[in-house]
C-alpha cells in the first residue's frame, strides 16, 4: 500500500514539474534561462554543498555517492520564492512555487542506481520600458516562460569500500516561448509590432562522478568529492511570428495581420563543468564542508541578441555543514533533528553593461525525523541577493522556503512472515 502511494505521490509531482513556471527573474531572458540548483533541499540548506554522503539519502549532485546507500530512498522536493527586484527608481515583487525535483535510489550490494526527474533551467520575466521623446511615446515590452528539465538514469559502484564511480545519463528536454513588443504612440496614429518566437531544446547529456570516504586517526572522518560534465550539445527548433498590433482601452491586444518567418535550426553547445568538495566531521554527528564549482564560459547568448550582453567562465563557491545532538535519543526529539546551515558565492557567468552578475546567498535547515530516523521531512530556509543596481541594471532581493521529503525503506526484501 505505502508504494502504491509513493507511486502515485511520483506521478503527481512528474506532471508538476514540467508544467510549472519556477521563476520569476529578468536574468532569465539570457541563454536558455535561469540554471537551476541541480541538489536536494538537505544540500541546499548547507550552502549547496553536496560533498556530505550517508547510507539514506539521495546525494543528486554526485552520481558516485549512490553506493553509499543502504536504504531505498525515495526524494521529493518543492520551493516558494519570494523576490523583490529594485532598480535605482523602482521595486517590484514577485512570488513563484515550484517542484525541485522527483528522484529515486536503489542500492544493490555493492553498486547502486538512482534515476527521477528535476528542472534544469527555468525562463519566466516580464519587463516593460518606457521611452518617452518630443516626437512620440515608445513602449517596449519583453516576456518569456519555459524551460528544460532533465531525466536522469545512472549508476555507481564502490570499486573499494572507501572509493565510489558513478554516472549519470540524461535527457535534457523543454521549450522556451518569448515575444517582445514594440508600441510606438505618435501624435495621430498608434503603431505596434510584435514578435513571438519558440524554441523546442532536446539532447543528451551526462555526469561522472568520484567519491572517497576514509577514517582518520583522531576518529575524525575525511570525504572528498568529484565530479565533470563534458559539454554537451542541444537541438533547437525554432519558430517564429511576427504581427502588427493594437490594443483596446482595457489592454485586449488586437491582431491586425501577422506572419510566420522560418527561422532555421540549430545545435547550442552547453559548457563543460568541474566540481570538487572535501568535508571532515563524525557521522552522526557534525560535518563541515566546501566546494569549489568552475564552468567554461557560455556561448548560448540571448534570446534575442540585446546589445550589453556577453558570458564569462563561471565559478561557485561554497562552506557548510550540519549539527545532530543526538541521533538515538529517547527522550527528547529535538536532540534527533539535523540543523543545517551554509553559505554560497556565485560568479554567474553573466555579464551586462560590462557588469559580472553575481549570486550571494545565506541558508539554514532542519530536518526533523519522521517515525524512525530513515524517513524525514527537510525545511530550508535561504536568503540571497542576485545582481546590481548600478550600471542601469536590477538586482533580485530573494527568500525562499524549501520543503523535502526523505522516504528510506528497504525494498524486494521477502518478510519471514506473512
Same mark, same amino acid.
Given at each position: ?180 513588443? /514594440? ?5 495621430? /496614429? ?34 572528498? %568529492? ?86 564569462? %567562465? ?23 533533528? /539535523? ?11 553573466? /555579464? ?67
Amino acid at each position: 500500500m505505502i508504494k502504491k502511494i509513493i507511486l502515485g505521490i511520483s506521478l503527481l509531482f512528474s506532471a508538476g514539474l514540467l508544467a510549472q513556471e519556477s521563476v520569476a527573474s529578468p536574468y532569465s531572458f539570457y541563454g536558455i534561462g535561469d540554471a537551476k540548483f541541480k541538489g536536494t533541499n538537505e544540500n541546499r540548506a548547507m550552502g549547496s554543498v553536496g560533498v556530505f554522503v550517508d547510507s539514506i539519502h539521495i546525494n543528486l549532485q554526485n552520481p558516485a555517492s549512490y553506493s553509499f546507500l543502504k536504504y531505498t530512498s525515495l526524494a521529493i522536493g518543492a520551493t516558494n520564492v519570494k523576490s523583490t527586484f529594485k532598480t535605482d527608481s523602482q521595486e517590484e515583487k514577485a512570488n513563484r512555487t515550484s517542484i525541485d525535483y522527483l528522484a529515486i535510489g536503489l542500492p544493490i550490494g555493492k553498486a547502486a542506481v538512482g534515476f527521477g526527474l528535476v528542472p534544469y533551467t527555468s525562463v519566466g520575466y516580464n519587463v516593460q520600458n518606457v521611452d518617452v521623446s518630443d516626437e512620440d511615446t515608445r513602449t517596449s515590452t519583453y516576456e518569456g516562460e519555459g524551460g528544460l528539465n532533465k531525466v536522469f538514469l545512472g549508476g555507481a559502484y564502490k570499486i573499494t569500500p572507501k572509493l565510489s564511480f558513478g554516472v549519470d545519463f540524461q535527457y535534457n528536454f523543454g521549450t522556451v516561448e518569448t515575444s517582445s513588443v /514594440v508600441f510606438i504612440t505618435e501624435p495621430q /496614429v498608434p503603431l505596434g509590432s510584435r514578435a513571438k518566437n519558440k524554441t523546442i531544446y532536446s539532447g543528451f547529456g551526462m555526469v561522472t562522478g568520484l567519491y572517497y570516504q576514509t577514517k582518520l586517526q583522531n576518529k575524525l572522518e575525511w570525504s572528498s %568529492s568529484l565530479t565533470y560534465t563534458p559539454p554537451t550539445n542541444l537541438n533547437a527548433e525554432k519558430t517564429r511570428n511576427v504581427a502588427t498590433v493594437s490594443y483596446t482601452i482595457n489592454g485586449t491586444e488586437i491582431v491586425n495581420d501577422n506572419e510566420d518567418i522560418e527561422v532555421p535550426d540549430a545545435k547550442i553547445k552547453t559548457p563543460s563543468k568541474v566540481s570538487l568538495g572535501t568535508a571532515f566531521g563524525k557521522s552522526k554527528k557534525w560535518f563541515v564542508g566546501t566546494e569549489f564549482t568552475f564552468q567554461d564560459s557560455n556561448d548560448l547568448g540571448s534570446q534575442d541578441n540585446l546589445p550589453g550582453a556577453s558570458f564569462e %567562465s563561471s565559478t561557485r563557491f561554497a562552506v557548510g555543514g550540519f549539527y545532530i545532538p543526538k541521533y538515538n535519543s529517547f527522550t527528547s526529539y529535538f536532540d534527533r533533528v /539535523v540543523y543545517r546551515a551554509g553559505f554560497r558565492y556565485e560568479n554567474t557567468g553573466l /555579464v551586462l553593461n560590462d557588469k559580472t552578475i553575481r549570486d550571494t546567498a545565506v541558508s539554514l535547515g532542519f530536518g526533523f525525523p519522521v517515525g524512525t530516523n530513515i524517513s524525514n521531512i527537510n525545511i530550508g530556509l535561504e536568503y540571497g541577493k542576485k545582481g546590481t543596481t548600478s550600471n542601469n541594471l536590477i538586482q533580485e532581493n530573494y527568500f525562499s522556503i524549501n520543503v523535502g521529503l526523505s522516504l528510506s525503506d528497504r525494498w524486494f526484501v521477502k518478510p519471514k512472515y506473512d
